[in-house]
């Protein structure tokens, strides 16, 4: 119920929209779209609970620094955080996010949605992309916004240059070799141990032919026997 609002917007927008049937599916959705396609995830919930929902999606995408934008309303000026009992009130819906966004952002007149769309874009086009928040209270929801200038924003991943490369390449580079010295290892051990079990077992035959010598050699002889007269 609260955003509907946004619901009869699409209908004059060349917007592609996909529903889905809970906020945590609708984030995850989001987010392979932004794994997938290298662009970020547009995506917008309810109040309240809608928020509380989208949060563990929101949670991945910050980990492995997925750009994903939720946009979710809020109750009208005056009465989110009032501890009145309106529909979906939090005591502070947007810091139920903020860790695990890296920016959001709270609109207070029409006119600040520019800047806060800015910011966002500039998250997703610079350093490590990561989740955005966007809440915009009801009656803005509602109101004009046609004398809006939005440019239209390309949000292509950050490219590391050769040095950053590098850099995160090294510690792989020195596991890597610690590897193939620990692998060494094993091997001259594990041959070490191979002629030591060879040496064993040498000595051991040698022994088994000594012992069963020394067992045949008094019958072999004539000292033992009694000499005729």
Known sequence: ?????????LERASLRHITARHEQGLGFMADGYARLSGRPGVCFT????GVSNITTALGQAYGD????????????RGEAGSGRGFLHELPEQRALVTAVTAASFAIGAVDELPAALAGAFAV???????????????????????????????AAPPQPGRAALAA???????????????????????????CARSADESIAR?????????????????????HRL
Do not use: K
């Open 1 to 9: 119920v609260h955003n509907l609002e946004l619901y009869r917007g």
């Open 46 to 49: 309810i109040s309240g609970p």
């Open 65 to 76: 620094s997925i750009p994903l934008l939720v946009i979710a309303s809020q109750n009208r």
């Open 124 to 154: 997703f086009t610079a350093g490590r992309p990561r989740p955005v928040y966007i809440e915009i209270p009801l009656e803005l929801l509602a109101a004009d916004a046609g004398a809006l200038a939005l440019p239209v924003y390309t």
């Open 168 to 194: 995160a390449a090294a510690p792989a580079g020195r596991a890597a070799g610690r590897a193939a010295g620990d692998d060494h290892q094993r091997t001259r051990l594990a041959a070490t141990r191979t």
């Open 206 to 226: 040698r022994g088994a032919r000594t012992a069963g010598w020394r067992r045949r050699r008094p019958c072999s002889g004539h000292r033992d026997r009694p």
